[in-house]
């Protein structure tokens, strides 16, 4: 049994018994972990408020080193997540970045890029600012460090270029953009306006900052949403919770 610090951000926390909770952090260092804090729930506890629901803190675990649960020993809140005003639209996104890092990760499987992107995105998320294109930014990073990101400009089944005009066959099944001739009897493929494909392109860029220049429609927000929708309750075999309040970010 190790003692280990790590930068987290809290994902979810759950009754243990009268004054324990469960919860599940994910960190910098170790990837997603899951961890017993005892005394979480006595008003005076260890944690004190710590272990606020999307809060960023820097905490102290001993590493189990079986299928047991790890233990907090110290935790120190940095930032709290709270969204502009009261905003739901924004608090129901960053419940969503939680959803997803939930989901899509293992334990101790770490990726500090997720873990930066996720950060960066909550910070957004407290202050409005470009909000949507923020989630969708977060949205292809984990698509992309998760290795789940499809592909936009190549055919996915047979790797030639497809040319970016009109709209564009995308299979939800082979995960990316058709030719003409891979596209006959492909079942559940969506029509996708090249500008959109671009955007998604741009958006899931490994450099640079170039993304944060683009500018979002309404109407390019709603057809991102269904394509990005789609593709999540494809790739997790069912719709995550927090879709239907999406649709309202600032664009
Ligand atoms: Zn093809």
Not at 103 to 110: A, V
Not at 131 to 138: E, K, N, P, V
Not at 210 to 231: K, P, Q, V
């Given at each position: 049994m190790s003692s280990e610090k790590a930068t987290a951000?809290?994902?979810?926390?759950?009754?243990f018994s009268e004054t324990s909770s469960v919860v599940t952090l994910f960190t910098r260092e170790f990837g997603k972990i899951r961890a017993l804090a005892k005394g979480a729930r006595r008003p005076k506890g260890p944690f004190?408020?710590?272990?606020?629901?999307?809060?960023?803190?820097?905490?102290?675990?001993?590493?189990?080193?079986?299928?047991?649960l790890d233990l907090l020993t110290e935790a120190k809140l940095e930032r709290r997540f709270r969204p502009p005003g009261g905003n739901l639209s924004n608090?129901?996104?960053?419940y969503y970045v939680a959803e997803l890092l939930n989901?899509?990760?293992?334990?101790?499987?770490?990726h500090p890029e997720l873990f930066d992107v996720a950060d960066e995105t909550l910070a957004a998320l407290r202050t409005c600012s470009a909000?949507?294109?923020?989630?969708?930014?977060?949205e292809l990073t984990a698509l992309r460090v998760l290795g789940h990101l499809p592909s936009f400009e190549t055919c996915v089944e047979c790797g030639?270029?497809?040319?970016?005009?009109?709209?564009?066959?995308?299979?939800?099944?082979?995960?990316?953009?058709l030719c003409?001739?891979?596209?006959?009897?492909?079942?559940?493929?969506?029509?996708?306006?090249?500008?959109?494909?671009?955007v998604l392109?741009?958006?899931?860029?490994?450099?640079?900052?170039?993304?944060?220049?683009?500018?979002?429609?309404?109407?390019?927000?709603?057809?991102?949403?269904?394509?990005?929708?789609?593709?999540?309750a494809h790739l997790l075999g069912h719709q995550p919770r927090m879709h239907r309040y999406l649709g309202t970010l600032t664009t």
């Open positions: 951000i809290v994902l979810r926390t759950i009754e004190e408020s710590a272990l606020d629901l999307l809060g960023l803190c820097r905490i102290v675990f001993l590493r189990k080193s079986s299928d047991t608090l129901y996104a960053a989901e899509l990760t293992d334990d101790y499987d770490p909000a949507a294109l923020a989630l969708l930014r977060f030639t270029a497809v040319e970016a005009a009109g709209r564009v066959p995308f299979s939800q099944l082979a995960g990316g953009v003409k001739r891979c596209r006959a009897g492909q079942k559940q493929v969506l029509l996708v306006s090249a500008g959109v494909l671009r392109a741009q958006l899931a860029g490994a450099e640079g900052d170039s993304w944060r220049r683009l500018e979002l429609d309404r109407r390019t927000y709603g057809e991102l949403r269904a394509i990005m929708n789609h593709y999540w």
